[in-house]
């Protein structure tokens, strides 16, 4: 729970390892009464990218500081912010300032030293080669995958991507996880939610292994296919899957919940109610797909605010995606202060529909100052970071603390209606806690 110290302080993080969507609890005892202290937290990523967050605190009376309870008083974040220190870990000053955390290997955890410093000191300070020794510190492992997860690489016909299976025999929920247009193969969702219980299958659609490299024309049969492949597997359960996906991810998890029969369970966070961009090929027919204008965007401090890019959905009535034909259940997780794009509204479009037809298959949570990338719990918060098909920093919105705080309400939410949705007994859920780390 705790290092080495200096001068008699002693810095405790508990627990010392823990899954990436957990808690912890972090103190220090041992101060002098009042005493202005530092923390700070700092991580590589694997392209040895350096991340980094730090808090002021004043110590009690009794020389003690316990972040679950006392207020920060500056540095990146202020106030009572118990997960902060991992919230706002950001690019170190020596580092492009845009630069999203991705994190590529999931089968290790981040390696997270937090330490004490004296005095209230800055960023600066901190990354310099001169900074004096920390009066104590830990290194702490947030882990991906719990223990016994598996996962599997997937070429299965078109299909690519990354299957990741919880520990026994199953069968287990099937999922299939999907991005934006970020592009290539993310896995860090489906290997967390792997370690919740569900068989999830991490899915690349374009540029990644010997996909199409651009957004071009999607097919429907690709993503039937990748159904056929979860239903197939002998660890996952046969009669249903889920779909869940982000941005441009969110209106694919739509059409696979509105075109395939199997698909059961639909999460759309900050999607669109239409096919975006790309043609998509439904048997013999085109689905067009929204345009993105980039005359309409705006620059703000030499970011690229795309809230009004994408034409509207109203205006393109063939690209809008039938939801209310769909046999599957939704849930929609929106930010209010998404400024990619509008999702509020996108939201509100795809809901009137199902209502209008007398469905009440769905769910809306919408998270006033959250922003566009609404990820599972504790991911560093990125508010802009640069993006490769625009070539420029663009703007996802969202208030620290808040976002951070949303994630946490959504990634349950997640869980449940998975849960509720592809009929898991309860009996089987597998939750795995920081006594199994």
């Given amino acids: 729970m705790s290092s080495t110290s200096q001068e008699g302080a002693i810095l405790s993080v508990n627990p010392l390892s823990c899954l990436h969507d957990e808690p912890v609890c972090i103190k220090v005892s041992g101060l002098k009464p009042n005493q202005d202290v530092t923390l700070h ?3 590589k990523d694997v392209r040895n990218i350096h991340f980094m967050s730090y808090a002021h605190y004043r110590a009690d009376g009794n020389g003690e500081v316990d972040v679950d309870v006392m207020e920060s008083l500056g540095g990146e974040y202020e106030g009572v912010f118990p997960m902060g220190l991992f919230g706002s870990l950001a690019p170190a000053p020596n580092e492009y300032k845009y630069t999203r955390f991705f994190k590529r290997d999931v089968e290790n955890p981040n390696l997270v030293t937090i330490s004490v410093h004296d005095g209230h000191l800055s960023a600066e300070t901190l990354c310099s080669s001169e900074a004096s020794k920390p009066l104590s510190s ?8 719990a223990p016994g997860v598996q996962r599997i690489p997937v070429r299965y016909g078109k299909v690519r991507g990354a299957l990741f299976l919880p520990p026994g025999d199953g069968p287990f929920p099937g999922v299939v996880d999907m991005f934006g247009t970020a592009g290539g193969l993310l896995e860090f969702r489906s290997a ?21 490299k ?6 429907i049969a690709y993503f039937e296919e990748a159904v056929e492949y979860l239903l197939k597997h002998e660890k996952v359960m046969n009669q249903s899957i889920g779909a869940i996906g982000v941005s441009k ?9 509105t075109y395939i029969p199997e698909v059961k ?4 966070i900050n999607g669109c109610n239409a096919n975006v961009q790309a043609e998509f090929k439904i048997s013999s027919r085109i689905v067009p797909g929204l345009q993105f204008d980039v005359s309409r965007a705006k620059f703000e401090n030499e970011i690229l605010d795309c809230f009004d890019v994408l034409d509207d959905s109203l205006s393109m009535p063939e690209a ?28 509100d479009h ?19 100052d959250a922003g566009h990338l609404i990820e599972p719990p504790y991911a560093p918060f990125s508010s802009a970071s640069y993006h490769g098909l625009l070539s420029s920093p663009i703007m996802w919105g969202g208030q620290k603390q808040s976002h951070c705080e949303a994630q946490v309400q959504a990634w349950q939410r997640v869980i449940n209606f998975l849960f509720k949705t592809l009929c898991l007994p309860k009996r089987k859920i597998m939750i795995c806690t920081r006594a199994n780390l």
């Fill in 138 to 145: 830990v290194v702490h492992e947030r882990h991906y995958m």
């Fill in 320 to 347: 809008i995606i039938p939801v209310e034909e769909a046999d599957a259940n939704f849930l929609f997780l929106v930010g209010r202060d998404d400024r990619n794009w509008k999702s509020v509204e996108y939201a």
């Fill in 214 to 219: 651009g957004l071009e024309e999607f097919d």
């Fill in 350 to 368: 795809a809901v009137n529909r199902l209502i209008r037809a007398g469905k009440s298959n769905f769910e809306v949570c919408i998270y006033n």
């Fill in 265 to 268: 369970a639909a999460v759309s």
């Fill in 41 to 43: 937290s700092s991580m």
């Fill in 249 to 257: 991810g969110g209106d694919l998890a739509l059409s696979m919940a």
């Fill in 192 to 212: 967390q939610l792997a370690s919740r219980g569900f068989a999830s299958l991490a899915l690349a659609f374009f540029n990644y292994d010997d996909l199409p």
